[in-house]
T-cell receptor
């Protein structure tokens, strides 16, 4: 079993839709949770990070963490064609002394104009 | 954040040859990482390259196959040695500027095809 599971998609939605992207994880030591966006033929770009449980909002993006369920989500409101990309969740367990990130496999999102 | 560049951006190589990928950062950072991303898959950490110490390799990756140099705080190289078609992948470097949350910033990647 992978430490981080993420549905690969593809997920296709019409412009303006609300998008929900999710990851589950098994390692309870993970404390920081990040979302990266990766456009085709580009490196991953950090979108947001959250610490422990709770919500964080940044413009059209909301990140949500439920540590009790080991489940994280990224919501995109009013989705735009420019949001079409692969979204990767990533996690770290800094208290273990390890700063390396563990990534999900990524969900490919296509927003149709 | 940090601005990271990689060279080459892509290459097509013959089996049995080696390729050295360069990673340049616009600021001094202690921690750098090298990842591999195979088509349609997630990022797999190859090694951690901290300036002033030997690179630390993840399970399944060895120094003879992926030698790494880290001569200063803004530069690193990864060599893919004795390549086979299975090494065809995107190779990414990243930096950890030491923020509390452990976020990393990535270069644009090097797309390698081995024939």
């Amino acid at each position: 079993q992978k430490e981080v599971e993420q549905d690969p998609g593809p997920l296709s939605v019409p412009e303006g839709a609300i998008v929900s992207l999710n990851c589950t994880y098994s390692n309870s030591a993970f404390q920081y949770f990040m979302w990266y966006r990766q456009y085709s033929r580009k490196g991953p770009e950090l979108l947001m990070y959250t610490y422990s449980s709770g919500n964080k909002e940044d413009g059209r993006f909301t990140a949500q963490v439920d540590k009790s369920s080991k489940y994280i989500s990224l919501f995109i409101r009013d989705s735009q064609p420019s949001d079409s990309a692969t979204y990767l969740c990533a996690m770290s367990a800094l208290d273990t002394g390890r700063r390396a990130l563990t990534f999900g496999s990524g969900t490919r999102l296509q927003v149709q104009p | 954040s940090a601005v990271i560049s990689q060279k080459p951006s892509r290459d097509i190589c013959q089996r049995g040859t080696s390729l050295t990928i360069q990673c340049q950062v616009d600021s001094q950072v202690t921690m750098m990482f090298w990842y591999r991303q195979q088509p349609g898959q997630s990022l797999t950490l190859i090694a951690t390259a901290n300036q002033g110490s030997e690179a630390t390799y993840e399970s399944g990756f060895v120094i003879d196959k992926f030698p790494i140099s880290r001569p200063n705080l803004t530069f690193s190289t990864l060599t893919v040695s004795n390549m086979s078609p299975e090494d065809s992948s995107i190779y990414l470097c990243s930096v950890d500027p030491g923020q509390a949350q452990g976020t990393q910033y990535f270069g644009p990647g090097t797309r390698l095809t081995v024939l």
